[in-house]
């Protein structure tokens, strides 16, 4: 009996610890997010820098480059994700489209780079700091 006990007691802590799926996915969504964030504000910082001249084009690029892989690789970890409450579908919901959108504008900088257009670049700046505010707010869920 004891022992039966001692296992229940062991497997509500163990289940306690665990969180609710609401929970586990906002989590996700503000780590996820968080990193987002970090790309965003790569891109853009290698916008700002190249316009005033304070780095070279091809080191640019390839900033650019490796923040656009980084953020795919986080926006597809966080797609697989599975809702299960209507309050967790809307975060789903929010949180892919504010990635989708940080990709968009990203992209957008690495395809405008790679044709060496700056002034078009200079275009996502914008986009990319609504994106950063975006994300920055899912970031501060799990704070």
Known sequence: MRRWMAGGLLMVLVLAGCGSPD????????????????EVNTTRLAVEQLRSHRLWPQPAGQIV???EK?????????????????????????TTKALGDAEDAVTAVRIALGNDDLAAAE?????????????????????
Do not use: H, V
């Not at 929970?23 to 970090?38: C, G, M, P, V």
């Not at 795919?72 to 797609?79: D, E, I, L, N, W």
């Open 65 to 67: 480059k490796d923040a």
């Open 70 to 94: 980084s953020l795919g690789k986080a926006a597809s970890g966080f797609s697989s994700q599975q809702p299960t409450t209507g309050e967790s579908t809307r975060l789903y919901e929010q």
């Open 123 to 143: 275009r996502q700046l914008d986009p990319l700091r609504t994106s950063g505010t975006d994300l920055e707010r899912i970031g501060e869920l799990a704070k």
């Open 23 to 38: 929970q586990k996915l906002r989590d996700n969504a503000a780590q996820t997010a968080r990193e987002a964030l970090s």
